[in-house]
């Protein structure tokens, strides 16, 4: 598929990669980046929504280009390392967007566990991120200041799962939450091997938000519109040398653990 509009770059502007950024909190993390001057890398699997929405972004008038990423397929991530590289020769800004909760539109499955959701979950939300995550880190430790940012939730906070007070105590999503908790220990365990370097490695909660992810229920449920969500995200894709890492916040400032 092409487009009407050049592939444009410069070596001033940050580079900045987003799974599933083809659409809702991922293409809306994606706009606010573009605005801020970062030249955008749309990745993700759909290659027909993901040149959509590039083209949607040049409209804006933000560098955008798309990439085939399938955050469970190596050779596609090895692939579109070598593309970035190629073209770039560099990292900025890693936004691990890419996520599923089929615990929230699959009626039929086991309760309160079922095996092949917590395999088909943990694959894309945690070890889909690792993936991604390790192939690339080489890029962002080439970056002046590497910004990796998981995207997690509260709901994967151990913290508010055993607080009755909390709005998340109620929600019994075992496979999602699991993932998220998984993921934010991902987010540690990085920020440390890092600590000597210049990435910074965040979790951020973008809250309940007005996406797909959860099917129409929770489409029409949510207070939280993707563009007011992606503030979080680009906040933490944009910290300056003084910010923190191995950190998990949201809105509203730290989430526990």
Request: hydrophobic share 45%; glycine share 8%.
């Amino acid at each position: 598929m092409t487009t009407t509009t050049a592939d444009v770059t410069t070596t001033a502007t940050k580079v900045a990669l987003i799974t599933g950024g083809n659409r809702g909190l991922g293409l809306a993390t994606a706009r606010l980046l573009g605005q801020a001057g970062a030249t955008i890398i749309i990745a993700a699997r759909d290659e027909v929504q993901s040149h959509e929405a590039v083209v949607a972004l040049r409209s804006e008038n933000i560098y955008a280009n798309a990439l085939h990423v399938d955050v469970n397929d190596p050779a596609s991530i090895a692939e579109a390392v070598d593309r970035v590289a190629r073209e770039h020769g560099r990292l900025d800004i890693l936004v691990n967007n890419a996520g599923i909760l089929p615990e929230a539109t699959a009626p039929e499955a086991d309760q309160p566990l079922d095996l092949g959701l917590f395999t088909r979950t943990l694959s894309t939300n945690l070890l889909g991120a690792v993936a991604v995550t390790q192939a690339f880190l080489p890029l962002l430790t080439a970056s002046d200041a590497g910004r990796i940012v998981n995207v997690s939730s509260t709901m994967g906070s151990l913290s508010d799962q055993v607080n009755p007070e909390s709005p998340y105590f109620g929600m019994i999503l075992p496979a999602y939450q699991t993932s998220k908790a998984a993921l934010n220990g991902l987010t540690i365990a990085l920020s440390k091997a890092l600590a000597d370097s210049a990435v910074k490695v965040n979790s951020v909660c973008p809250g309940w938000v007005q996406t797909d992810l959860g099917g129409p229920v929770n489409r029409a449920a949510a207070p939280t519109t993707a563009d007011e969500a992606a503030q979080i995200i680009a906040t933490a894709a944009l910290l300056d040398d003084e910010g923190p890492s191995g950190t998990f916040f949201d809105a509203a400032g730290a989430v526990g653990w």
